[in-house]
């Protein structure tokens, strides 16, 4: 089994960002790794809800199964997926801090066909994790994005107007 985790601080309400990482249709807009989405079914978010989604993961194209087993609006979300040979666990905790939030995901997962092992397997590693990261910056820039504010280290309230400047 290999896991993998991230964590990160959004300028938007846990309801805004809850919103966008429980719905599956939503997921090409963020999720670095996801190709194309099929049979969705359910309430976004709703426990028993259900997808499948094509990824790509160390160059094969992975077809999985996810189901939500878990869901308290706008705190957690937990995917269990399976593909060919391979699982997944996907843990979303979005906590109040401020004005917005923090978002801790952890991922268990074990790919098919032993592609985790070995030297190929700590480069593919490194390489999921540096997705995970990208795919919840992502997050983090839509978010903030539907919130009407900017993506970086400030916020628009912050900045201070020149005084010369015309009115």
Not at 40 to 60: D, L, M, N
Not at 74 to 100: C, D, I, M, N
Not at 142 to 156: I, K, N, W, Y
Request: charged share 25%; proline share 6%.
């Amino acid at each position: 089994m290999s896991h993998l985790s991230t964590t990160i601080q959004v300028d938007a309400s846990p309801e805004v960002v809850f919103d966008i990482l429980a719905d599956p249709a939503r997921g090409p807009e963020w999720q670095t790794l996801i190709s194309d989405l099929d049979s969705i079914s359910g309430r976004p978010g709703g426990v028993g809800a259900s997808f499948v989604g094509f990824y790509r993961v160390a160059g094969r194209r992975l077809e999985g199964r996810f189901v939500v087993t878990a869901s308290e609006r706008p705190t957690l979300h937990q995917l269990a997926g399976t593909t060919r040979g391979g699982w997944a666990r996907w843990t979303s905790l979005v906590e109040p801090v401020g004005r917005g939030c923090q978002v801790r995901v952890s991922l268990e997962y074990e790919l098919p066909g032993e592609i985790i092992g070995g030297l190929f397997g700590l480069l593919t590693g490194n390489r999921l994790q540096a997705e995970l990261d990208r795919t919840y910056d992502n997050l983090r820039t839509l978010a903030e994005a539907a919130c009407g504010r900017p993506s970086d280290d400030f916020v628009a309230d912050d900045l201070v107007a020149d005084p010369r400047a015309p009115k």
